[in-house]
Every structure is written in structure tokens, then in C-alpha cells.
């Protein structure tokens, strides 16, 4: 419990502020087409660069929690799903508006948001320490392999080609080498002044998913197709209230799917909302009624989607695995500010780790209060024209990347990354794999070295690193995560070319109403 | 199909290249003890690049749509403008300056509203300089970013 003694953090005036700006700034980005939540934090990251870590984490997490949920603003109104996480959402939710139950579905969306966050963040807070102890008991060879384990889950997880999935983590870690060998006083892979200091992460972050999804805005031309809206008539919030308490078992199957597959690293939020969905309808006495505006599927959907969000913190947090890409950016966010997340992170930054849990359990309530209130606003201001979004989201990006450090150098690696990762996505390579691997490479770099150093004083590297009981373990693990893709890929059947539904500004997304795949949920995910 | 199998073989056959440049430089520059780690890294980046690529001059590479002409084309200016704004135009003209001509030209290239309308000009203007203030607000005035001077600002 000793979480409670850190509540007065978040309600201190300047956190307190960063966490509403935080959750109304996040459900507006939610809810805009084309702007991902990975996006949106990366894009936050430099402000947080010029405020304290806590606050810096509070603001973040704000924005993570409400742009899932933001999400359902778009998915239910527009049949645009505003994040990946959101498509489930989508199927009955955009049929109930346009009955004219808008309301009634924005209600139940964000109330079984709410909910699954409330307990996310609770396993969050329970299962953190208990790992953290666990992982105690790691020396430099195990964090070794715990950082390849990231990379190879998220490149063999969060791609629809394993083989580009694990090639976009290579590319990360060859970028995460490029700069001043501090241990060695060398240089690495400088070729030009701009390199010297290395790849900054904010840089990379924003580059890899800021300029591909503006690229990807701008792709379609002077594109004139108006986005058609639906009148939202009024609904009474307590009937809404009676419904989801009615709704118990879809509720607790997307909550406990959500809870559990955020657990798993590299899986995310589109894949719990879709099996959360799935299974709520496998279990229902009316499967005949989702995909025409079931408030099920809806309630099945959003509370798996934020239900995801405090467990993907849980690896994050104690092993520095991120569970979804953008919990990724989040541990770009904590490097920035000196914390690196690990065994020891709660013993050395008690405060800020549980005030930003903390916040994030505040947040969810805030986020209900002011998603019930501003969606239907919300969706308003996500209509800006595209041209608007992808000038504002440039300039934005301009900015952030320059003012880091202040250096252009920065701001033309953030073009060139960004360029790059675009042609590469179009080609089936992940921004998330590639993101790790730039994140997690010096840290399993400096493990590597630091177990060499030990290994040379014992019995030498091989045995140092590849005999031991969990060093078994751990790379057992990096050859199932290898593996399970292999065979996904290779033997189950190659993933369709062709891309599911994901999110984008074009107006029709038409996400189909019967059972959704894991192949499908995959493509849009590497947004 | 043979075009589609050209598109993946060409950046199927750069990040191969990449991966040979990393070995190579990984494998020959010293000290040793420094590029253990990219040596590591470099032999995996090679056998997935190498396996990538045959699949690819096979035929096998099937996911991802490429890049239509259609869609390069509309890309270019705006890419353009970028590349204009980060290499020159940033320090040539000024942060500022450059941003909000940036800006400008993103929003109209990409404006579906005919460029003839006097009235849509003046939004355009107006929406532009309302974003930059925010921009001049959060940036140089909130968190004190000192941004490059050229002939302006």
C-alpha cells in the first residue's frame, strides 16, 4: 500500500494542470483520424523535456490513457476508429449512432473505459513491486537478454512480416551504436557532425511517427471527400450508468482480456479490443445482434482497449520491455529524464514512479468525466481539414525536434528517419520494433560490455552468458518470440497484403462486423 | 507482378547494402572491444537483410503495398517543402519565417479548395498566423527555445 502515501503529488497545482491538459489534450488527438496515440505522445515528449520527471510522466500518461479512449469519439461518430486500439469499437458502435444513440454509446464507451483503466492501473500497482523484487536477482548477463527479448518480441509480435519485424530491431540497434563509445572513448558509426552525439531519442521518436502518418495524410492529393458526422441527441447518463452495470459479463471478458494481454509484451491495445469483442460475442445470448449496434461489443471493446494500458506499464516498468508501442515512446520518455526503468526503479525514484501511477489512476477518472462531457466537441475539432493537421502536425515536429537541443543536426535526423521509416513501412517494415531497438541498444549494449568485463574474470563470455538457469530461460524465450512468428508467418499462412482496418482520415474505414483475426488486428498495430 | 516484385528488390537490395556496410565497418574498425557489441548486431542485421532479399527477387515478399506513382507524386511537394525548410530555409531565412511559409505551403498544396478564391486565401493566412502564435507561445515564450536567425526571423 504504499502507493497511497504518494496521492499528494498529483494534486499539487502545476501536476494537477498537466494532467487535465493532459486527458482533454489526449481525447481531442484520440479522437482526430490519422493521429495515433504513439504519435501523440511522441509528440508531447519534448515538452516534458522541460519539466520535472514526475510532471514530464504525469502529462504522458495523461495523454496515453485518454487518446485509447479519445479513439471511440471518432470510431463511434465518424466510423473512423481514431486509434487501432479502437476498430472493435467501431463495428457496433458507429450502427448505435446512427440510430440516433450517439449518446448512449459515447456513455457506455467511456464508462467501460473507466472501468477497465481503474483496474489496469490496479494490477498495475499490485504486480509491479512483486515483479520488481523479482527481478532483483538479475545480474548484467540477464538484463542482457531481457533487452534482446524486447526487441525480438516486439519485431516478431508487432509486424506482419517477422522477418522485417526482427530486421526493423536490427536497424534500431545499429542506429542506438551510432555515436561516442563512452566506455571506450571511441566513435561509432560517424559520418557526419550531425552524428557525434549519437541519435537522440525525442529526434527519432517524433521522425519515425510523426512524418510517416503526414506523409501518409498528404499521399492522397488535394483529396475533397468530406467526412460525414451524426447529430448526437441527448441521453440520459444514469440510464447509460444502469446498462453498463446491467452488462456485467461483457465488461468483465473485456476487462480481463484487456488486463491479460497487456501483460504480454508487444501485443497492444487493437488486439485486445478485438479479441475482447470476439469473445464477448462467443459468449453471448444475442451473437446475432453484434455488428448492428449491440452496446456489448462497445462496452467489450473499450474496457479491453484501456484495460491494456496500466499492465503494458508492468514489463515496462520492471524489465524495460514495453507492452505496446507506445508504452515504447514512454521509455523514451523516462530515459530522457535519467530513470531507467528496472529492478532497483522503485527503490531509487519511489516518488516519481507512484505519482505517475497515481495520475494515472486520477486520469482515468478525469478522462470518463471529460470524455462523457467533450466528446461529441471532441469530434468537432478531430474534423480539422487534413492539409490543417498534416502542416500543424510538421511544424510541430519541426520544433520538437529542434528544441531538445537546440540543434538542427537533430531536426535533419528527424526528417531523414522519418522519410526513411515511411518508404519502409510502405514496404512492411514496423516503426515499433525499429523504436526499441534504438531505445533498448545502449542498455543491452552497456549490459553486454559489463558482462564481458565479469565473464573475463570467470570463465569466459560463453559460459557467462549462455549457461545458467535463467539465462536458459530468457533465451528460450527469445527463440519462442522468434519462433511463434516464424511459424505464424511461414507455416500458419502469410498475412494478407492487403491492410486491415486501421486508422486513417479517409471516411471509410468499413471495418467488417464478422470475426475479426489476429492478422488483421496485426496490420493496423504497427501504426 | 513483376513490377510489385521490383518494388520490394529495390529496398529489399539498399537494406541489404546497409547491413553489408555495418558488417564491414564493424568487422575492420578498431578497437575491437568497442565494435563487439555492433559486431553482434551486425551479423544478425546481415542474415535477415540477406534472407529478406532473396525473398524478395523470389517473389515471396508480399507485405506491404509499395509506393504507387500515384502516391509519390502527391508527396513530392510536400516532402519538398520539408526537405527546403530543414536544409535551408530554417537558417536561411529564419525558424520562424521558414515555419510559417512551411505551414502555408503544406496547407494550400494540400487545400482542396480552388486556389482562385480571394476569400480562402485570407482563412488561409489567418489560420496560419493563428497556429504560429501558439507555436511563438509555446515554444520561445513557455519553454525559451532560442530558434536559428537568418535574414528574418
Redesign the interface.
Known amino acids: 500500500m504504499e502507493f497511497l502515501g504518494y496521492f499528494g503529488g498529483v494534486f499539487e497545482p502545476v501536476a494537477m494542470m498537466l494532467l487535465l491538459g493532459g486527458t482533454i489534450g489526449g481525447l481531442i488527438l484520440g479522437a482526430t483520424p490519422g493521429l495515433s496515440p504513439t504519435m501523440a505522445v511522441a509528440l508531447l515528449i519534448p515538452f516534458t523535456f522541460h519539466l520535472s520527471a514526475t510532471q514530464g510522466l504525469i502529462l504522458l500518461g495523461a495523454a496515453y490513457t485518454s487518446t485509447v479512449a479519445g479513439g471511440a469519439v471518432s470510431a463511434i461518430l465518424l466510423k473512423i476508429p481514431g486509434a487501432p486500439a479502437n476498430i472493435a469499437t467501431a463495428l457496433d458502435g458507429n450502427e448505435m449512432a446512427k440510430r440516433g444513440e450517439g449518446a448512449r454509446a459515447l456513455h457506455l464507451s467511456f464508462l467501460a473505459s473507466g472501468v477497465g483503466g481503474v483496474i489496469g492501473v490496479l494490477l498495475l500497482i499490485f504486480l509491479t513491486p512483486v515483479l520488481a523484487q523479482w527481478a532483483l536477482k538479475f545480474g548484467p548477463s540477464h538484463l542482457f537478454w531481457i533487452a534482446i527479448l524486447g526487441v525480438t518480441v516486439i519485431g516478431s509480435l508487432d509486424s506482419k512480416s517477422f522477418v522485417k519485424g526482427l530486421l526493423s530491431g536490427c536497424i534500431g540497434l545499429w542506429l542506438s551504436q551510432i555515436g561516442y563509445d563512452e566506455i571506450l572513448g571511441t566513435e561509432r558509426f560517424i559520418f557526419t557532425d550531425a552524428l557525434t552525439g549519437g541519435i537522440h531519442i525525442i529526434p527519432a521518436l517524433i521522425g519515425l511517427f510523426a512524418i510517416p502518418q503526414v506523409l501518409d495524410m498528404i499521399s492522397k492529393g488535394r483529396d475533397k471527400s468530406a467526412i460525414d458526422t451524426i447529430e448526437v441527441p441527448q441521453h440520459s447518463f444514469m440510464d447509460s450508468f444502469r446498462e453498463l452495470v446491467a452488462s456485467t459479463r461483457a465488461l468483465s471478458i473485456g476487462t480481463v482480456i484487456g488486463s491479460v494481454i497487456g501483460l504480454i509484451p508487444g501485443v497492444g491495445g487493437q488486439i485486445a479490443g478485438l479479441v475482447a469483442y470476439d469473445q464477448t460475442r462467443k459468449f453471448s445470448s444475442q451473437k446475432e445482434k453484434f455488428g448492428t449496434g449491440h452496446s456489448e461489443g462497445v462496452i467489450a471493446a473499450e474496457s479491453a482497449n484501456n484495460a491494456m494500458v496500466g499492465p503494458s506499464l508492468v514489463p515496462l516498468l520492471t524489465l524495460s520491455i514495453p507492452g505496446s508501442p507506445t508504452a515504447a515512446v514512454l521509455l523514451g520518455g523516462l530515459l530522457i529524464h535519467g530513470i531507467f526503468p528496472g529492478s532497483d526503479i522503485f527503490d531509487k525514484h519511489p516518488e516519481v514512479v507512484w505519482t505517475f501511477i497515481n495520475s494515472m489512476l486520477i486520469g482515468q477518472i478525469l478522462m470518463v468525466i471529460f470524455g462523457i462531457y467533450t466528446a461529441v466537441w471532441a469530434a468537432k475539432i478531430a474534423r480539422a481539414p487534413m492539409p490543417i493537421m498534416a502542416a500543424g502536425v510538421v511544424v510541430l515536429a519541426l520544433f520538437g525536434s529542434y528544441s531538445v537541443q537546440q540543434s538542427m543536426g537533430d531536426v535533419h535526423i528527424m526528417l531523414v528517419l522519418g522519410v526513411g521509416m515511411f518508404v519502409l513501412e510502405k514496404f512492411g517494415f514496423s516503426a515499433a520494433p525499429l523504436v526499441l531497438g534504438l531505445i533498448l541498444g545502449p542498455i543491452a549494449g552497456d549490459y553486454f560490455t559489463n558482462g564481458s568485463m565479469i565473464a573475463a574474470a570467470q570463465d569466459g563470455p560463453w559460459a557467462y552468458f549462455f549457461t545458467g538457469g535463467l539465462n536458459m530461460v530468457l533465451i528460450a524465450l527469445v527463440v519462442a518470440s522468434i519462433a511463434y512468428s516464424f511459424w505464424t508467418n511461414m507455416i500458419v499462412g502469410s498475412p494478407s497484403p492487403s491492410p486491415s482496418p486501421s486508422p486513417s482520415p479517409s471516411p471509410s474505414p468499413s471495418p467488417s462486423p464478422s470475426s475479426p483475426s489476429a492478422d488483421d488486428a496485426k496490420a493496423g498495430e504497427a501504426k | 507482378m513483376e513490377s510489385a516484385r521490383l518494388?520490394?528488390l529495390i529496398?529489399?537490395g539498399c537494406?541489404l547494402l546497409?547491413?553489408a556496410a555495418?558488417t564491414y565497418?564493424s568487422f575492420t574498425?578498431e578497437?575491437a572491444?568497442?565494435?563487439?557489441?555492433?559486431r553482434?548486431?551486425?551479423m544478425?542485421?546481415i542474415l535477415?537483410?540477406g534472407?529478406?532479399f532473396i525473398?524478395a527477387a523470389a517473389g515471396m515478399?508480399?507485405?506491404?503495398?509499395?509506393?504507387s506513382k500515384?502516391?509519390a507524386?502527391?508527396?513530392l511537394p510536400?516532402?519538398v517543402v520539408?526537405?527546403v525548410?530543414?536544409?535551408w530555409a530554417?537558417?536561411g531565412l529564419g525558424?520562424y519565417v521558414a515555419?510559417t511559409l512551411?505551414?502555408?505551403t503544406?496547407?494550400?498544396?494540400?487545400?482542396?479548395v480552388p486556389f482562385s478564391s480571394v476569400r480562402d486565401w485570407i482563412k488561409r493566412i489567418i489560420?496560419?498566423g493563428a497556429?504560429?502564435c501558439v507555436?511563438y507561445g509555446?515554444?520561445s515564450m513557455?519553454?525559451?527555445?532560442?530558434?536559428?536567425r537568418g535574414l528574418f526571423f
Open positions: 518494388q520490394h529496398p529489399a537494406v546497409l547491413a555495418v565497418i574498425q578497437p572491444d568497442s565494435f563487439l557489441f555492433p553482434i548486431i551486425s544478425a542485421f535477415l537483410a534472407w529478406n525473398r515478399a508480399k507485405v506491404g503495398g509499395g509506393i500515384a502516391t507524386m502527391n508527396i510536400g516532402l520539408m526537405i525548410f530543414v536544409f530554417a537558417k525558424f515555419s512551411a505551414f502555408m503544406i496547407y494550400s498544396l494540400y487545400d482542396p489560420i496560419t497556429f504560429m507555436i509555446l515554444f513557455l519553454l525559451q527555445v532560442q530558434t536559428p
